[in-house]
């Protein structure tokens, strides 16, 4: 189990504030809980605005990448390219956070290297897919097949690895199934290749879920590496990967049209690429301030943000049916996320292993 811990106000008196022996002795003992409570206060009042800063910032990182990728990708149509500049920023951010103090980093070992080689391919892949296909599709049509990837995860954990799943568990995935169904038959942004796009996307996705079950999980409940010692591994090793696919693509003249870009588009541009780094500290973060439950329910009001700001800003138009149909999916994909981690005991727990995964699959782009 890997714990994240939190920063907490602590008060604590001066040694000259420290009674002697002498007023020891004629302590009124009854009022002492009195004073414990009135300290407890501005310690309760610091967490709270604590979580609803961090709340606040995964919103505005959230919906900012989905939103802001969509529009960049409109106006600057190199995948591949844009990619390579959000992860050489967030692998620049995550050693400059080592090298002055601020992120912990385990010793990083050629071991962990080849084995997080294989997260890199299928991590370059969902981020390039997504970015192609959201040009193509509405937002929401990128959520329905999120949701659709933990569907497909839970089947092949029952097909080949022979997990069970409880009865609420399974309806859950039925009615996400049925939610996505009724979204995509009624599509009025109905794309072919965005379609095909989002399949790679939820390929690579489940792939890339299953590796991560094994082998993440595996070195974070042995402390053997930090969450952001993975991250690091994982961005670093897509780099050359990514660059081999834009010059594959014959991206080159994205260099020179950089400069072309209006004032909004190389703010938007610059946004995305600070906030691949800012949406992983955000989710650590939020996770170590609140529960696992808590957090899901967040990125399901994150997605219907995400949602409504992209009518305002592309006037993507859904039609009834299909906005019954997204709440049915997102409804399912919550109802499922909350019962496959309650415990024994019926309480919602949450693992290293969950939060990954879960960050994998709704954290980037």
Known sequence: MCKVTSDRHHYSATAADSPSKEQLIGVDLEKQPAKDEATLVPDKEAQA?????????????????????????????????????????????????????????????????????????????????????????????????????????????????????????????????????????????????????????????????????????????????????????????????????????????ALGKLSSLTPIDMMVLFGTCIGGYLISITYTKVYSLASGTSVILASTINKAISIIGAYFVFHTFLLPVQIVGLCICIFGGVWYAVESRKKPGGKPGFSCEDFLGFWQSQSKR
């Open 49 to 253: 605005a604590s979580m609803a800063f961090w709340f606040a910032m995964l919103a505005c990182v959230s919906v900012g990448m989905t939103i802001g990728n969509k529009f960049i990708m409109l106006h600057y149509k190199y995948p591949n390219f844009i990619t390579l500049l959000q992860n050489a920023t967030a692998v620049a951010c995550l050693l400059g956070g080592k090298f002055s103090g601020m992120v912990r980093i385990e010793p990083l070992k050629f071991e962990q290297w080849k084995i997080f080689m294989f997260s890199a391919v299928f991590l370059s892949v969902q981020i390039v897919s997504s970015l192609m296909a959201l040009p193509l599709v509405a937002i929401a049509t990128t959520i329905v097949f999120r949701n659709i990837s933990t569907c497909i995860v839970a089947l092949i954990d029952w097909a080949v690895f022979g997990k069970e799943f409880t009865a609420p568990t399974v309806a859950s995935l039925l009615i996400t199934t049925l939610g996505m169904f009724l979204y995509a038959w009624n599509d009025v942004n109905y794309n072919f290749m965005g379609y095909i796009w989002l399949a790679v996307n939820a390929l690579a996705t489940v792939m890339n879920t299953f590796w991560n079950k094994v082998y993440i999980s595996s070195y974070t409940q042995k402390k053997e590496q930090t969450t952001e010692g993975i991250s690091l591994i994982q961005q670093t090793e897509t780099l050359p990967l990514v660059f081999a696919m834009m010059a594959y693509n014959n991206e080159w003249p």
